[in-house]
Antibody
């Protein structure tokens, strides 16, 4: 069974940094890509970033230049380095992938507030 | 990016009602569409993937149909546990996009 466990969320001041981690396990075939999705309080779902098995990365315009996605294949880990955080980055962040069907983790809450 | 337009935004229904939610993609996404149920404070729960495949453990009263740009989620007989918010999502592109959500409320 595929499991994705996100961690690293917390309270950070505007302008601060945070690094999210996602531990992945249970894949019979390594997924072609892994992604981050977020959901602000009371709002809908927003795609944030993706990293392909090739190493190619893509970002939503709202986080481009501030967030960096990376992975450590030897540890089956996915990361999201978040810099220059803004109040509007406050959200639950989910790591996810798909192998014909989407797989999601349980999410980690990031709160950006002074 | 591919825009997903979901309707209605709110739906009032009674237990036992047949409920249909529609999702339209701005361009063809083949059958790469998923439906989720979300309750407050919890992660989205996958109901349907590849437009019409029922996720394991999901009751058979949930069904999905469509391909290309037009998709529907149907709940054949609404149960008390089904009052929640539902989202569609395309994964034809790496840039996942989501419908705005449909809140199913008690009438």
């Amino acid at each position: 069974e595929v499991q994705l466990v996100a961690s690293g969320g917390g309270l950070v001041q505007p302008g601060g940094s945070l690094r999210l981690s996602c531990a992945a396990s249970g894949f019979t075939v390594s997924p072609n890509y892994k992604t981050w999705v977020r959901q602000a309080p009371g709002k809908g779902l927003e795609w944030v970033s993706v990293i392909y098995s090739s190493g190619n990365t893509y970002y939503a315009d709202s986080v481009k230049g501030r967030f960096t996605i990376s992975r450590d294949n030897s540890k089956n880990m996915l990361y999201l380095e978040m810099n220059s955080l803004r109040v509007e980055d406050t959200a639950v962040y989910y790591c996810a992938t798909e192998d014909g069907r989407p797989n999601w983790g349980q999410g980690t809450l990031v709160t950006v507030s002074s | 990016d591919i825009q997903m337009t979901q309707s209605p935004s709110t739906l009032s229904a009674s237990v036992g009602d047949r409920v249909t939610i529609t999702c339209r993609a701005s361009q063809s996404i083949s059958s790469w569409l998923a439906w989720y149920q979300q309750k407050p404070g919890t992660a989205p729960k996958l109901l349907i993937y590849e437009a019409s495949s029922l996720e394991g453990g999901v009751p058979s009263r949930f069904s999905g149909s469509g391909s290309g740009t037009e998709f529907t989620l149907t709940i054949s007989s609404l149960q008390p546990d089904d009052f929640a918010t539902y989202y569609c999502q395309q994964y034809n592109s790496y840039w996942w996009t989501f419908g705005q959500g449909t809140k199913v409320e008690i009438k």
